[in-house]
């Protein structure tokens, strides 16, 4: 069945840090691909998306390319802040109306 | 934007009650929405996917006859965990699906914190 893998983590950084979070799924067709980000005691809050092979999702200085050939959609960000400090979840999404397929997630602290 | 809002936010109960969460999609309708368990270590587990008007689809190994769910209009769903035990404990999210033109994404609330004593 479809599955997502993530680094688990937790990812130590300091502040302005070069940060990359690993993510390689399974599926059949193309999926549209996910990374959702969750502060403590909050839901999860989508960060980005990319729908097609070689997509590049961006938003907040985060970025996450669809690499159909290596079935990775990794996260990146140039510079982390304290105030990234967080848990990331990849997802997939095969079907539109069907529900999402998590990674474990992915704890990111960043210190000042 | 698409909001959606749970409620209540957190709950404690004792051991044999039953308590119900609500899940509202704001500002939008959502024929979909779904509910996930989400442990202790962060995975999130689903649930089950609710249609409006039809019976809730429970995936495996979750009990139907304890985890109640109702979507009886296209803004609301609700979960409602009956004879609850300790082991019910736990952070529940719901989410709503949003199907604009080609684009589909999902909505999550925020979680409610469940505690049963």
């Known amino acids: 069945g479809d599955s997502v893998t993530q680094m688990e983590g937790p990812v130590t950084l300091s502040e302005e840090a070069f940060l990359t979070i690993n993510c390689t799924y399974t599926?059949?067709?193309?999926?549209?691909l996910f990374w959702y980000v969750q502060y403590p005691g909050e839901g999860l809050q989508l960060l980005l998306k990319?729908?097609?092979?070689?997509d590049k999702g961006s938003n907040k200085g985060f970025e996450a390319t669809y690499r159909k050939e290596t079935t990775s959609f990794h996260l990146e960000k140039g510079s982390v802040q304290v105030s990234d400090s967080a848990v990331y979840f990849c997802?997939?999404?095969?079907?539109?109306?069907?529900?999402?397929?998590f990674g474990k997630g992915t704890t990111l602290s960043v210190s000042s | 934007g698409a909001v959606v809002s749970q409620h209540p936010s957190r709950v404690i109960c004792k051991s044999g009650t039953s308590v119900k969460i609500e899940c509202r999609s704001l500002?939008?309708?959502?024929?979909?929405m779904f509910w996930y368990r989400q442990f202790p270590k962060k995975s999130l587990m689903l649930m089950a996917t609710?249609?409006?008007?039809?019976?809730?689809?429970?995936e495996q190994g979750v009990e139907k006859d304890k985890f109640l769910i109702n979507h009886a209009s296209l803004t609301l769903s609700t979960l409602t965990v009956t004879s609850a035990h300790p082991e019910d404990s736990s952070f529940y999210i719901c989410?709503?699906?949003?199907?604009?033109?080609?684009?589909?994404?999902?909505?999550f609330g925020p979680g409610t914190r469940l505690t049963v004593t």
């Open positions: 989410s709503a699906s949003k199907t604009t033109g080609s684009s589909y994404e999902q909505y």
């Open positions: 599926a059949t067709g193309y999926p549209s």
């Open positions: 500002d939008f309708q959502a024929t979909t």
């Open positions: 609710s249609n409006e008007g039809s019976k809730a689809t429970y």
């Open positions: 997802a997939l999404n095969r079907q539109a109306g069907t529900a999402l397929i």
């Open positions: 990319a729908t097609k092979a070689d």
